[in-house]
């Protein structure tokens, strides 16, 4: 079973930046859709990033566009989450996730598609 830990989160001004990480421990192969997520108080958990370790391939929303990189250290096993440009809208506690093995991310990936999750690391951002 492929367990997940994030860090990284903490608090920041508007424009500011921080890196998450998400320690990714008994993966059985190197072919997984990983992803981030995010969960704002009284809403809904939406898509942030996906990548797809086997390839590199990447997918990411239109909240993340332009912002936030998706990346990976194969060798460290640990995925990653750079977010610069931060805004208070960004403020939400951040998941990451593993989906099927040899599943590609699809375009449109939703939390359904992806069956672990970490348990999140908080980001404060003020104004």
């Known amino acids: 079973q492929v367990q997940l830990v994030e860090s990284g989160g903490g608090s920041v001004r508007t424009g500011g930046s921080l890196r998450l990480s998400c320690a990714v421990s008994?993966?059985?192969?190197?072919?997984?859709?990983m992803a981030w997520f995010r969960q704002a108080p009284g809403q809904e958990r939406e898509g942030v990033a996906a990548?797809?370790?086997?390839?590199?391939?990447?997918v990411d929303y239109p909240s993340a566009r332009g912002r936030f990189t998706i990346s990976q250290d194969g060798a460290k096993n640990t995925l990653y989450l750079q977010m610069n440009s931060l805004k208070p809208d960004d403020t939400a506690i951040y998941y990451c996730?593993?989906?099927?093995?040899?599943?590609?991310?699809?375009?449109?990936?939703?939390?359904?598609?992806?069956?672990?999750w970490g348990l999140g690391t908080q980001v404060t951002v003020s104004s």
């Open positions: 990548i797809y370790t086997g390839g590199g391939n990447t």
């Open positions: 008994d993966l059985t192969s190197s072919s997984y859709c």
């Open positions: 996730a593993a989906g099927r093995e040899y599943q590609g991310c699809s375009y449109n990936f939703e939390a359904a598609d992806f069956p672990v």
